[in-house]
């Protein structure tokens, strides 16, 4: 049995070689999400803690407060609420303005910009923290949530122009194990650092990782570039043109879009109701932001560990062996079992369990699964369309599920994971759509005229 283990290990551990040999830009693309999702990691611990925080001086301006006392109510009995509606507004005015970013510049252009403000924006919110600037919580969760949908989006958009769906089967599982690595210290520099160095200054680390994602970006470009001519497509360091809005059209009108859609809508759903009541649990047993925060990077270190055991024992076989069906099926009947779980019982040791299942599934499996798909598509759909449901569409399901949330809590626990089980079936179906969707885009030639199903010279 021993010996057995140790060949299937030192097997996988040969593959990965192999295709480190194989593919260079995997190098740089591993670099990147780990860089990526570490710098993110480092601030997501302060979001979730300006999220819980009952000091609301501290999340939202003086004035806001004291337009909600003029009106009768407090702003901290709805701050989850309210934090979600304003991040959803801003998507929606972030929108256009990156649709006409990717429509009017060059991809050498517009992905130097996007991370350029990033690192700008943490350099304006390190002084805002050091100066305990009030209503710096509402401003960063925002921003935050912003950044992660954009850089992230940004980062898969580019990952299939530099890889084919072939390489994407066999590579995305390594990307997404990088990546999870770069998840599982980002908690863990927060954790060891936020009493020394202080809340602020963690910025300034984020703010190095973005530095090196800029530095993987110029060294990846070469080989998007080869990887289209490979493919007889030379549009990729032009100005894709079009309109700014184009990405909703293309939702509405193609199927895989669509499914996609509705499969993210209501798998937003779902987190939703689990982090708002961990924000409710938190929020009563850990009442200071240093608390609160290492609270929330535990329960992130949980989910990452075991986000990274499953890539590396599963994402990658399952993809290449069955394809997407698998990993966009499992962990939506897993979510509706679960949701079924806390209907029952809903204990917050359970609920902390379900939402490190829920987020694990998502990242290992159904995410490598939707951005494979997005190897199938035109740089359009890549670039707007893509956009539209990672950002727009998402925050839609943030607010709507959100003020779900808070009619519903106000009559127990066990009722809001009743309505949870309705929305994971939902979630469900729109991933069997995704399934037969995807089949049928395989049977057509993509954008550049290769076959998606043939493997491309190296």
């Known amino acids: ?88 507004v801003v998507m929606l005015v972030l929108q256009p303005v990156y649709g006409a970013l990717v429509s009017r510049f060059p991809r050498r252009v517009f992905l130097p910009v996007v991370y350029l403000f990033f690192v700008a924006c943490l350099l304006g919110f390190w002084w805002a923290f050091d100066s305990a600037l009030p209503g710096r919580g509402a401003l960063f969760f925002i921003w935050v949530a912003v950044f992660n949908l954009f850089a992230v989006t940004v980062f898969w958009s580019f990952m299939a122009d530099v890889f084919d769906n072939v390489d994407a089967k066999r590579f995305y599982g390594y990307i997404g194990a990088g990546g999870t690595l770069g998840a599982l210290c980002g908690p863990a520099i927060t954790r060891m650092l936020v009493k020394p160095v202080g809340i602020a200054n963690l910025l300034l680390v984020s703010a190095g990782f973005m530095g090196v ?49 509705i499969l993210m809508f209501f798998g937003v759903g779902v987190g939703i109701l689990l982090y708002n ?43 290449r062996r069955y394809g997407v069906a698998p990993l966009l099926l499992l962990p939506a009947i897993a979510i509706l079992l679960g949701f079924a779980l806390l209907a029952a019982s809903p ?50 399901g943030d607010v709507t599920f959100a003020w779900a949330h808070k009619a519903l809590a106000a009559m127990g626990s066990s009722l809001v994971f009743v309505a949870g089980i309705g929305i994971a079936a939902a979630m469900t179906f729109g991933a069997w ?7 049928t885009l395989r049977q057509v030639p993509p954008a550049g005229g290769v076959p998606a199903t043939d493997p491309v010279a190296r």
């Open 213 to 261: 994602c800029l530095l993987c970006i110029f060294k990846l470009r070469r080989w998007a570039l080869l990887r289209e001519r490979l493919h007889g497509d030379n549009g990729g360091e032009r100005a894709m043109g079009g309109s700014v809005l184009a990405g909703l059209r293309l939702v509405w009108e193609r199927p895989v879009l669509r499914a996609m859609a």
């Open 1 to 88: 049995m021993g010996s057995s283990g140790s060949g299937v290990e030192a097997g996988r551990r040969g593959a990965f070689r192999e295709a480190l040999g194989e593919s260079p830009p995997l190098w740089w693309a591993l670099v990147y999400f780990f860089s990526l999702l570490c710098g993110y990691y480092v601030l997501r611990p302060v979001r979730d803690a300006m999220a819980a925080s009952s000091d609301v001086a501290s999340v939202f301006p003086p004035a806001f407060i004291a337009l909600g006392e003029h009106y009768g109510f407090s702003v901290g009995a709805f701050t989850v609420q309210l934090l979600f509606t304003a991040t959803f």
């Open 347 to 396: 204990l917050p040791l359970l609920v902390a369990v379900v939402q490190v299942m829920t987020r694990a599934g998502e990242f290992s499996l159904a995410k490598p699964a939707r951005e494979t798909i997005y190897t199938l598509v035109d740089r359009e759909s890549r670039y707007k369309a893509k956009a539209v449901i990672d950002t727009a569409i998402y925050r839609g």
């Open 433 to 439: 759509r995704l399934v037969r969707a995807e089949r």
């Open 277 to 319: 009541e961990q924000v409710a649990i938190a929020r009563a047993a850990y009442p200071s932001a240093e608390a609160s925060t290492r609270y929330f990077s535990t329960i992130d270190w949980a989910i990452n560990g075991l986000t990274i055991a499953i890539q590396l024992l599963l994402t990658r076989w399952l993809l």
